[in-house]
């Protein structure tokens, strides 16, 4: 165990639910397989809640945080423990705009588990936690879908890019962000981002149709066209929506992928806010 990782791991510990720094912690749960389904655990910490020190010989600010985030089944054991300690040169724009995103890759068996994390700035001493709960199905034969995630930002025509790296798309890279809450106004967007994954041993080519959803009731349902897949049987998708074209509410969306005689489904949850 690292220092850093000490009083982190005690508020997780001893089941804190503290909000004295802001930050978001979900799985996206990537593709099946025999021996688990991939996953990025995803914490996201906006800066601005953050205490800068500020270097007058550099007019810089600077900031650091560490983050630890356990995954426990149903018996309260950890299966997967990943901490990280950060220090960042910021500027002040980025200071007061930026988001910070982490990505920690873990395989994980089929079950029912809780994510259990925590944030500390340490220049502040402040921390924040919280716990939330998912499950993760066996691995189906079939199509399959990942999690849904909303985009924050997107880079096109990225030299190198992993061909493993999951947040990819037509040759970009994608920056998730857990906030899905977008306002009502003009020229903003929902963006949202999910992969289909293919099974090669049907012919039939997957398909995928959207649902909006408002108190459990379906409001409409769109199909939409996908491109083909990868070398490796993936479609990433990015679907884009004017908010303004939304009424303010929270709504759950709900993505369905067929191939064949298969389906798989994943939703979010997703705001668009009155202004």
Do not use: C, W
């Not at 389904?37 to 601005?48: C, G, K, N, S, Y």
């Not at 600077?62 to 995954?71: D, G, P, Q, R, Y």
């Not at 018996?75 to 980025?94: C, N």
């Not at 992969?195 to 909006?212: H, L, R, W």
């Amino acid at each position: 165990i690292e220092s850093f990782e000490l009083p982190l791991l005690k508020a997780i510990s001893d089941g804190a639910s503290a909000k004295d720094v802001e930050f978001h912690a979900a799985p996206f749960l990537l593709q099946p397989k025999t021996e688990g389904t991939d996953a990025d655990i995803l914490v996201e910490v906006p800066l601005h809640g953050l205490q800068p020190k500020t270097d007058p010989a550099k007019n810089t600010l600077n900031v650091h945080f560490s983050l630890a985030a356990l995954i426990k089944d149903t018996h309260g054991e950890v299966v997967q423990k990943v901490t990280r300690d950060r220090s960042l040169q910021v500027t002040a724009d980025q200071l007061k705009l930026g988001n910070f995103v982490e990505k920690m890759n873990v395989t994980i068996p089929p079950g029912k588990y809780s994510l259990e994390s925590a944030v500390m700035d340490r220049e502040s001493n402040k921390l924040g936690a919280s716990r939330s709960e998912f499950s993760v199905a066996p691995k189906a034969k079939g199509v399959g879908i990942s999690s849904i995630v909303a985009l924050r930002s997107y880079t096109p025509n990225v030299k190198n890019l992993d061909p493993n790296e999951p947040f990819q798309f037509q040759g970009g890279s994608i920056t998730p962000t857990l906030n899905t809450s977008v306002p009502a106004v003009q020229n903003a967007m929902l963006r949202l981002f999910f992969t289909i994954y293919q099974d090669p041993s049907i012919p039939a080519k997957a398909t995928v149709e959207v649902e909006f959803l408002l108190n459990g009731q379906s409001l409409q349902k769109v199909p939409l066209p996908l491109p083909d897949a990868d070398a490796q049987g993936r479609i990433p998708y990015v679907l884009t929506i004017p908010a303004a074209a939304i009424p303010p509410g929270t709504y759950q969306l709900r993505a369905t992928t067929t191939q064949g005689g298969s389906s798989a489904s994943a939703e979010t949850e997703v705001k668009i806010e009155k202004m």
